[in-house]
């Protein structure tokens, strides 16, 4: 298997705005209920709680589609203390609406922004850091180097060399793409990826802050690239019936 390209996606630990919990105790709302990372924090809590014993810490794991949903609600009737949440636009939402706490004194108390500069612009709304940085994931292309092979494929280069091997494989009987989009963020991807390609950073980031509208003669030029991979079934079929971790098997 060879990657392509990704797209890096910092997550966050954010502090949520006017707890309601006693001072005595931490609660943290977390979706890292994997089992490498849950075991990871739960080793981390460990260790805080030895050198603080006079705290109580409630550490409550969510299913991860769930608690998307479920922040928007607790957060604005019973915050805890901390969140895992994800970075920039995602993050914005709930800064606008005085959710999160300004937490750039950790920033400057810890040094970050010497040691983590690659994440201080996700971080910095209106020149405040609203979240501390654990940990980022790739999205990416990958492919299988030995259907590439079999079928006397090179490396996709160019746009149309996407379009000519996904032909191949797909006159071949084999998906080109699989995906999974049962939660839509996977496809959200996609457009992202397309979208930076075509109209770059700036373009990108002034859409996502609404500076730019979706109906925006440049933003309907990246459905059209979309469309010429969507229109002949390149996608894995019934691709909505899948999470992502669903779609994998067929990868």
Known sequence: MKKLSSLLSPLILAAALASSAHADTLVINSDQADSAPKAAFEKIISKFKAENPDIDVKYNLYDKEAYKTAIRNWLAT????VVFWYAGNRMKTFVDRNLFDDVSDIWDELNLKESMPSSLSSMTINNKQWGIPYTYYQVGVYYRKDLFEKYGLSEPKTWQDLLDASATLKANNIAPIAIGTKFLWPAAAWFDYLDLR???????????EGRIAYTDERVRNVFK?????????????NHSSYSWQEAQPFL
Request: glycine share 8%; aromatic share 18%; net charge negative.
């Open 225 to 237: 690239y979309w469309l010429e991979l969507v229109k002949p079934g390149y996608f894995l079929a």
């Open 198 to 208: 075509l109209n770059g950073l700036k373009f990108h980031m002034d859409l996502m």
């Open 78 to 81: 019973s915050p805890p203390d």
